[in-house]
């Protein structure tokens, strides 16, 4: 019985090409490492610019009316600092952009990742993450001079929307954020085993069973985080808000027939008006920018710990 060895060329080769690897992984590492360091000085140097102008306007404003008032008028004469109507139409248009964009998405990446065969997969996938490239701004305008008449014509009954309202601005931002669910929704279902989806059709499950009871269920914490993330796209969205949605913020609304600001639309009308810099008014922002800070944050944390809750490992 003979045994081969590598002659001492190949091994010196391969010894030669081990150390050209090394400088170019040194320098990827170096540079994820760089990548991941600017993200988080990104964050921190975001909480540093939020928490010296928010500490300021707290010690002239009770937090405690700060999170209970029901009028929200800092650039009026008669001056309130209850934050809940922001926080109101914020609420309302997040809920009916879900109510629209989790059930179209859902669908959507069910229909890719089940039904297409693999050239429908390759044209209709790029189509509905190109919604995603859209300019936000182009959502408001839509949504104000487009769909608002439609609207208009066909809504039932005496009382019509308003000119701006929380409903065509929760459309425009359902919208808008299907690609997000939709493209992650799919990716998650994909990667699916597809022993599994096997096994259910050989126990004669139709492929509808085999979709909604195999595949969503073992792809739910890539479903999860794709909704949350949808949340906090439509929670930090600005210029659909700003423009089709209303700047109204001086009583708690819950009607999506009316206009109302929410705290992104506030920010953005005021951080452009005329308000001197280091007043109160100016530190509302900072106040309302924290608030929102915190929201996403909770978002983003609720995620992480559902998705590790409910992830599957496949070997």
Same mark, same amino acid.
């Given at each position: 019985m003979t045994t081969s060895t590598p002659s001492a060329g190949s091994a010196a080769g391969n010894a030669l090409r081990r150390g050209r690897r090394r400088p170019v992984d040194s320098t990827v590492k170096v540079l994820l490492v760089a990548a991941a360091l600017v993200s988080i000085a990104t964050t921190v140097g975001i909480v540093i610019a939020l928490v010296q102008p928010a500490i300021g306007f707290f010690q002239q404003v009770s937090i405690v009316e700060f999170l209970t008032g029901t009028s929200w008028t800092p650039t009026f004469a008669q001056k309130a600092y209850g934050v809940l109507p922001l926080v109101a139409a $914020? #609420? @309302? @248009?997040t809920v009916i952009a879900l109510l629209i964009a989790v059930p179209i998405g859902l669908g959507s990446a069910i229909y890719l990742s089940e039904y297409a065969n693999r050239r429908t997969r390759k044209v209709l996938k790029p189509i509905i993450e190109l919604l995603a490239g859209v300019p936000t701004v182009v959502y408001g305008f839509v949504a104000l001079f487009a769909l608002n008449p439609l609207l208009q014509d066909i809504w039932p009954g005496g009382r019509k929307p308003a000119f701006q309202n929380l409903l065509i601005a929760g459309i425009a931002m359902g919208i808008m954020i299907v690609p997000t669910i939709a493209s992650i929704s799919e990716d998650s279902m994909s990667s699916v085993p597809r022993s599994l989806r096997e096994g259910a059709y050989a126990l004669a499950s139709t492929k509808m069973q085999v979709s909604t009871r195999v595949v969503v269920p073992a792809a739910i914490s890539g479903i999860v985080a794709a909704v949350v993330l949808g949340i906090s796209r439509a929670v930090g969205? $600005?210029? %659909? #808000?700003? %423009?089709? +949605? +209303?700047? @109204?913020?001086d009583k708690v609304t819950f009607d999506p027939l009316e206009g109302a600001a929410t705290m992104t639309a506030f920010i953005a009308n005021v951080s452009s008006g005329d308000i001197p810099v280091g007043s109160l008014d100016y530190d509302s922002v900072f106040a309302v920018g924290a608030l929102l800070f915190l929201i996403t944050f909770a978002l983003n944390a609720v995620s992480i710990r559902m998705v590790r809750r409910f992830r599957e490992v496949y070997e």
């Open positions: $914020t #609420v @309302v @248009v969205e $600005t210029m %659909i #808000v700003t %423009i089709a +949605g +209303g700047l @109204v913020s």
